[in-house]
């Protein structure tokens, strides 16, 4: 009963350095989203996929880059990774838009940190 | 456009209530509360659609103003098992259907 599975759980990473943060669901769901949760900030959603192919910018995409080749993935690039990245960062999926009242199921988190 | 949540946090005794709420600046088409505790993700509570169409699975209620563009979360009776951090997130009309909004969050700790 797997559900959003995140990969890696924690990473360091200096700056410049770029990395991919994984993410994969095996519920067969349409939608997906990655969002950054800093302390006392909430939760900023960063891009979202509605399907295989498709994807979105949220509030806060720059820095960062997607693709959804695959219902199952969705993964999120860091190129030239800077300090204010440090974050936890959270991959969800859901089956239908919020719109029509699908919940989504968030992952465990990739803790990154900048240095 | 976040939304915005009021209290930030409120500290409460095991049995007492609480209200938290949320409100937009934009026409909201759902609302969705989530709890997030220490170190965990977030798990969802409850789900409020434009028509008063409400889906949940937990013993907490929540309402939804859509004229005020406002939505409550009601804790009664809190346990312990309550404290964490809940957050509401919106969807508005006009914008994307994958675009989830989260405000930042209201801290809830019971204490017994």
């Known amino acids: 009963n797997a559900g959003v599975t995140q990969t890696p759980k924690f990473r360091i990473l200096k700056i410049g350095q770029s990395m991919t943060l994984q993410c994969t669901q095996d519920?067969?769901?349409?939608?997906m989203y990655w969002y950054r949760q800093d302390p006392g900030m909430g939760l900023k959603l960063i891009y979202y996929?509605?399907?295989?192919?498709?994807?979105d910018k949220g509030e806060v995409p720059n820095g960062y880059n997607v693709s959804r080749s695959t219902t199952e993935d969705f993964p999120l690039r860091l190129e030239l990774a800077a300090p204010s990245q440090t974050s936890v960062y959270f991959c969800?999926?859901?089956?239908?838009?919020?719109?029509?009242?699908?919940?989504?199921?968030f992952g465990q988190g990739t803790r990154l940190t900048v240095v | 456009q976040q939304p915005v949540q009021s209290p930030q946090a409120v500290i409460l005794r095991e049995g007492e209530d609480a209200v938290i709420n949320c409100s937009s600046s934009?026409?909201?088409?759902?609302v969705h509360w989530y709890r997030q505790k220490h170190g965990e993700a977030p798990v969802f509570l409850m789900i409020?659609?434009?028509?008063?169409e409400q889906k949940g699975h937990e013993k907490i209620s929540a309402s939804f103003n859509e004229k005020k563009q406002q939505s409550s979360l009601y804790l009664t009776a809190s346990q312990l098992s309550y404290s964490g951090t809940y957050f509401c997130?919106?969807?508005?009309?006009?914008?994307?259907?994958?675009?989830?909004?989260f405000g930042k969050g209201t801290k809830l700790s019971v204490k017994p």
């Open positions: 934009k026409a909201l088409y759902s």
């Open positions: 997130g919106t969807m508005n009309y006009g914008g994307s259907q994958g675009n989830l909004i």
């Open positions: 519920m067969n769901h349409n939608y």
């Open positions: 409020l659609l434009k028509g008063g």
């Open positions: 969800a999926s859901s089956l239908q838009s919020g719109i029509l009242g699908a919940e989504a199921f």
């Open positions: 996929s509605v399907g295989a192919g498709i994807t």
